[in-house]
């Protein structure tokens, strides 16, 4: 066994093991990669060592009080077999803060009750839920397992552990991104933690401001609304990493009535631009995807420039009230996107339609990429200087975002690059294994092939599009003072 240095431990406290005859003390150390379980303080010989990844599962017993609910122990693996540690509540909820993201908790329904669903997918659906530890609600995403046999060849694994690599390289950010939190798995069931949104999506307000005299949300909070979206976009690209699927349906609101509280969500098409290959190369919502992405060749690639295209094709939407892409149909739409041929000869209302909102719509709706401006340089903008200030504090916080998380971030994102840099057709059995423990598959959903708009005769080519989560406002699932049992589990499975 490899020396141990204790002095790099993060975390370290005293569990009982419980025996028939007698009771006996170990020291449980935590590190960044595994944790110890011995007899010392500083042993170089732990009974136990357990690794932190997604493949480890761990349990928690509760114990209910009269004023709440606390850990009382937690099980983990080893040889094959399922070892129960006790210990103070207090220690135990430090260590569970330090595990949450590196291994998989088994038992949602001990530690969630869950209370509406608030989304529905063909494969996926969204409950409010309570923790019964801290009282807080939370979103949780169900994704059923036997969608994870549906995709061909394992790019449906390879795109659903490529997301929750990204999700947790950026759980760093939450005034920009939805957090996920922890990771479950019941026996049908896949489950994703992350902060609960009391606010309504980006397309729910657009939906609500039609009712306004301007059929369209104020300027101003236009203006935020975009500031905001480039900021966590810029954000993004500082670590290559491109959303692909930026639209108004996956820009949510954290608090009701505050599009200063603006996050993105659903990283389900996200990827790393420095990979050598994408998976799924022409994917997104029609009428918000670069035309690079369509027309792009097979192993060819783009970059993160593809996202500013996206937030130009939502900036268009809120200043217009129209989508910039028209149809009847998805493929219609489509096709126009493809097409590309945008008329940004608006007639000025001097409100909405301005010089200078023009010009940032030409700049990020350049055709072509390179001439595209980016994210970081649209912040600059005049389009934004009636809120100057606000956007002055958005390139500061972005400016000493990025630089106190660049490092540990571009290790991630380095380690994500080796780890996808694989044969087309040949998955690692190791990292099989860790995605069979991870949560949130992206619903793909493979479109009606189309004939290249050049010509009838090219060779068809292959869309993929997210199946978008419908929302639910459904009745109390659950009364809070009522027995759980395995009310979870039922519900979702």
Same mark, same amino acid.
Request: with cysteine; glycine share 4%.
């Given at each position: 066994?490899?020396?141990? *240095?204790?002095?790099?431990?993060?975390?370290?406290f005293?569990?009982?093991?419980k025996?028939?005859?007698?009771?006996?003390?170990y020291?449980?150390?935590?590190?960044?990669?595994?944790?110890?379980?011995?007899?010392?303080?500083d042993?170089?010989?732990?009974?136990?060592?357990?690794?932190?990844?997604?493949s480890?599962k761990?349990n928690?017993n509760?114990?209910k009080?009269?004023?709440?609910?606390?850990?009382?122990?937690?099980v983990?693996?080893y040889?094959?077999?399922?070892?129960?540690l006790?210990?103070?509540?207090?220690?135990?909820l430090?260590?569970?803060?330090i595990?949450?993201?590196?291994?998989?908790?088994?038992g949602?329904?001990?530690?969630?009750?869950?209370l509406l669903?608030?989304?529905?997918?063909?494969?996926?659906?969204v409950?409010?839920?309570?923790?019964?530890i801290?009282?807080?609600?939370?979103a949780i995403?169900?994704?059923?397992?036997?969608?994870?046999?549906?995709?061909?060849?394992?790019?449906?694994?390879e795109?659903?552990?490529?997301?929750?690599s990204?999700?947790?390289?950026?759980?760093?950010?939450?005034s920009?991104?939805?957090?996920?939190?922890?990771?479950?798995?019941?026996?049908?069931?896949?489950?994703?933690?992350?902060?609960?949104?009391?606010?309504?999506?980006?397309?729910?307000?657009?939906e609500?401001a039609?009712?306004?005299?301007d059929?369209?949300?104020?300027?101003?909070?236009?203006?935020?609304?975009?500031?905001?979206?480039?900021?966590?976009?810029?954000?993004l690209?500082?670590?290559?990493?491109?959303?692909?699927?930026?639209?108004p349906?996956?820009?949510m609101?954290?608090?009701?009535?505050?599009?200063?509280?603006?996050?993105?969500?659903d990283f389900?098409?996200?990827?790393?631009?420095?990979?050598?290959?994408?998976?799924f190369?022409?994917?997104?919502?029609?009428?918000y995807?670069?035309?690079?992405v369509l027309?792009?060749?097979?192993?060819s690639?783009y970059?993160?420039?593809?996202?500013?295209?996206?937030?130009?094709?939502?900036?268009?939407?809120l200043?217009?009230g129209?989508?910039?892409f028209?149809?009847?149909s998805?493929? *219609?739409?489509?096709?126009?996107?493809?097409?590309? *041929?945008?008329?940004?000869k608006l007639?000025?209302d001097?409100?909405?339609?301005?010089?200078?909102?023009?010009?940032?719509?030409?700049?990020?709706?350049?055709?072509?990429?390179?001439?595209?401006?980016?994210?970081?340089?649209a912040l600059?903008?005049?389009?934004?200087?009636?809120?100057s200030?606000?956007?002055?504090?958005l390139?500061a916080?972005?400016?000493?975002?990025?630089?106190?998380?660049n490092?540990?971030?571009?290790?991630?994102?380095?380690?994500?690059?080796?780890?996808?840099n694989l044969?087309?057709?040949?998955?690692?059995?190791?990292?099989?294994?860790?995605?069979?423990?991870?949560?949130?598959?992206?619903?793909?959903k493979?479109?009606n092939?189309?004939?290249?708009l050049?010509s009838p005769?090219?060779?068809?080519?292959?869309?993929?599009?997210?199946?978008p989560?419908?929302?639910v406002?459904?009745?109390r699932?659950?009364?809070?003072?009522s027995?759980?049992g395995?009310?979870?589990?039922?519900?979702?499975?």
């Open positions: 066994m490899d020396y141990i *240095e204790y002095k790099d431990a993060k975390l370290q005293v569990g009982i093991r025996h028939f005859f007698r009771d006996k003390q020291y449980v150390t935590v590190f960044q990669e595994y944790f110890t379980i011995g007899s010392s303080k042993t170089q010989s732990p009974k136990y060592k357990i690794y932190l990844k997604l480890t761990i928690w509760l114990k009080l009269k004023d709440g609910v606390i850990l009382l122990s937690f983990f693996p040889k094959n077999k399922f070892k129960t006790c210990a103070d509540p207090l220690d135990l430090r260590f569970k803060d595990l949450n993201l590196k291994v998989t908790y088994e949602i329904g001990d530690i969630y009750i869950p669903q608030i989304g529905k997918g063909s494969s996926a659906k409950y409010s839920a309570q923790n019964v801290n009282s807080k609600v939370y995403k169900a994704i059923e397992k036997s969608f994870l046999n549906q995709t061909d060849k394992g790019s449906g694994l795109a659903y552990n490529m997301e929750v990204i999700l947790k390289i950026i759980s760093a950010y939450s920009n991104f939805l957090i996920l939190r922890e990771i479950y798995e019941g026996d049908h069931t896949y489950y994703l933690v992350t902060e609960y949104l009391e606010g309504q999506s980006l397309s729910e307000e657009i609500r039609k009712g306004l005299p059929k369209r949300l104020p300027v101003q909070n236009i203006k935020i609304i975009i500031a905001k979206l480039l900021q966590s976009v810029a954000l690209h500082s670590h290559k990493i491109i959303h692909r699927d930026l639209k349906d996956n820009m609101f954290a608090k009701r009535n505050d599009y200063f509280t603006l996050v993105l969500v389900g098409l996200a990827t790393i631009e420095t990979l050598d290959k994408y998976l190369p022409k994917c997104g919502t029609p009428g995807v670069a035309p690079e027309t792009t060749n097979v192993g690639k970059t993160t420039k593809v996202d500013v295209f996206s937030c130009g094709c939502i900036l268009y939407k200043l217009t129209r989508s910039i028209n149809g009847n998805f493929d *219609e739409v489509l096709r126009a996107n493809k097409k590309c *041929e945008i008329d940004l007639p000025m001097h409100h909405y339609i301005t010089e200078d909102s023009i010009n940032l719509l030409n700049q990020l709706l350049r055709k072509d990429p390179k001439l595209r401006t980016s994210a970081r340089k600059q903008h005049p389009f934004f200087d009636q809120i200030e606000y956007s002055t504090s390139q916080s972005l400016l000493s975002t990025i630089k106190q998380h490092l540990n971030l571009q290790i991630q994102c380095d380690e994500i690059m080796s780890q996808y044969d087309e057709e040949v998955i690692n059995s190791e990292i099989l294994d860790q995605e069979l423990h991870q949560i949130q598959l992206p619903k793909l493979k479109c092939q189309m004939c290249e050049q005769q090219n060779a068809m080519f292959q869309f993929f599009q997210k199946e989560l419908s929302i406002r459904s009745n699932l659950v009364d809070l003072a027995p759980r395995d009310f979870f589990e039922g519900i979702l499975e």
